[in-house]
Every structure is written in structure tokens, then in C-alpha cells.
């Protein structure tokens, strides 16, 4: 427990100050790279990483990480560090506040820590597995709104779903809820559900760095997250559906229900 304390408050060191070199450079972004045609890199993005990663091998050089721009390095320990050095790359080359640092500790393939670092809005969420999720020091709960009618529904296309899918999957619950918003950036989304200002999370095409500190902290303030089929959340889903826990089976049946239907019709693609 000691050990995670210590791993926990280097955690919260490293978030804070990759934020704080964000907000240095917000708007002052002349050169955008490409990953991919929609997958964009700054400089903020590869100066974040490598600060955040250096800090920490300077304490456990023997730690292994997975990072985003970076990718995968293994060292002799039991532990991972997961790292998303700027979430919302394209709202934050764009201009729009909307962005954060996601950093998590995984012991094996476990999460045991989770750090979420919203720079724009000066708000730190942590959470150690067993203990709660508290941000700025206070300790916050997701929603208690029970029905879907009225959900707020945050929705991320990611960069790997078919437009089909992203539609079906959203038409198929978009009807019973109460309004739809895409605010470009996990963190944010998962800022949103551990506040209680949103209720209900769909993310078709996932990766580690973007979810495994934000799950963690979810279900230590209350929420629940499975894949689109109801199975547990690993770093590795590659689909989430993240709830207050209160109307988690609801929307996963109606999931399955649209899946269901897309079987049955001959005319389907498999």
C-alpha cells in the first residue's frame, strides 16, 4: 500500500506538469503532424510523453510503459505505466479547451492507479483501486439519474469504427434518451460521467492509453464499464460502454438487441 502511494503521487507529479506544458503551448501550435489522414500529432503531444516517461524512469528505470506516440517499451518489473500525453489531440490544435493527460498504473495487466489531468479546467481526478475517486482532493460519486429518458449520452467515433457501425450503435439507443453530445476527447468524457454531469458513455474503437486510468476511476466513483457484449473492461476493449451503473444493463440490452436484429436481416454484411 505504501509502494502504490508513492506510485500514486508520482502519478499526480507527472499529470500536473504535462499540463502545465499543454496549457504553455495552447494556442501557439504551428506545426501538425499526421499519423494517419485523421489522426493528427503536435509537438505538445511528443514533448508531454517524453516528460511524463523521463520522470518516471528516473525513479523506476526497470518499469515498463505503454504510450501513444511512443508505443511499447517492457523492463524487468511487474509494473506498466499507460500513458495518453495529450487526449483530444485535434481539439487542442484546434483551439478548443477540451483536452487532458491520462496516465495509469497497471500491476500485471490490472489496473491499480488511474490519474486524469484537465488542464483547462485546473481539475485532477485520481483514483486507487479499492479507495475511491476523488478529484482536487474531494472525493466525487457519477449520477444517480435512473432512467434513460433522462440520460445525457456522450459519444466518441474514435478513429477504427465503420460509419455503419457508429451509426447503428447509435441510433439504437439515441432514440430513448434525453440528448447526444461528442465533446472530442475521453478524458473529457470520462471527467463528465465521474462528475454526474453525463450519465452514459459509448466508445466504439478504444485503445489502452485512453481508457485505463478513465475506467478505474469511473468504477471507483461509482459507475460501471463492460465492453458492448457486458464483459469486464480490460486496457485492450476495444468497445466500452461507461454508466452511472444505473442504466448500464438497459443500454446493453438494447445493444444486443440492435446486434440481434443486424443477424437476422439477410441482407446484412457479416
Known amino acids: 500500500m505504501v509502494k502504490h ?10 499529470s500536473t506538469s504535462a499540463g502545465d ?14 499519423k494517419s489522414e485523421k489522426d493528427l500529432v503536435t509537438e505538445a503531444d511528443l514533448e508531454a510523453e517524453k516528460l511524463i516517461i523521463s520522470r518516471i524512469k528516473e ?20 509494473f506498466t505505466w499507460v500513458i495518453d500525453p495529450l487526449d ?15 496516465v495509469a498504473l497497471l500491476k500485471g495487466k490490472e489496473p491499480v492507479l488511474g490519474v486524469i489531468n484537465i488542464p483547462s479546467s485546473k481539475r485532477l481526478f485520481h483514483a486507487r483501486k479499492g479507495s475511491g475517486t476523488f478529484v482536487n482532493g474531494k472525493r466525487v460519486h457519477v449520477s444517480r439519474r435512473k432512467k434513460l429518458s433522462e440520460m445525457l449520452l456522450l459519444y466518441d467515433t474514435g478513429t477504427g469504427s465503420s460509419k455503419n457501425e457508429i451509426m447503428s450503435t447509435l441510433d439504437a439507443v439515441i432514440g430513448q434518451i434525453l440528448r447526444v453530445r461528442m465533446l472530442g476527447a475521453a478524458t473529457i468524457d470520462f471527467e463528465n460521467i ?4 453525463a450519465d452514459l458513455w459509448l466508445a466504439p474503437s478504444t ?3 485512453d481508457i485505463a486510468a478513465g475506467c478505474l476511476l469511473v468504477e471507483e466513483a461509482g459507475g460501471k ?17 461507461v454508466s452511472n451503473g444505473l442504466v448500464h444493463e438497459q443500454t446493453l440490452g438494447i445493444i444486443r438487441s440492435k446486434n440481434s436484429l443486424q443477424i437476422k436481416d439477410p441482407k446484412s454484411k457479416r
Open 5 to 14: 502511494d508513492a506510485f500514486l503521487e508520482l502519478a499526480k507529479d507527472v
Open 21 to 34: 506544458l499543454l496549457m504553455r503551448k495552447f494556442g501557439k501550435i504551428e506545426k501538425i503532424g499526421y
Open 59 to 78: 525513479k523506476h528505470p526497470d518499469h515498463s510503459f505503454l504510450a501513444e506516440e511512443s508505443g511499447e517499451s517492457t523492463g524487468g518489473s511487474d
Open 88 to 102: 483530444g489531440t485535434i481539439n487542442f490544435a484546434y483551439g478548443i479547451p477540451l483536452f487532458g493527460v491520462s
Open 194 to 197: 465521474i462528475l454526474g454531469s
Open 207 to 209: 485503445k489502452p492509453w
Open 225 to 241: 464499464v463492460t465492453d458492448f457484449e457486458g464483459n469486464p473492461w480490460t486496457p485492450w476493449s476495444e468497445n466500452l460502454v
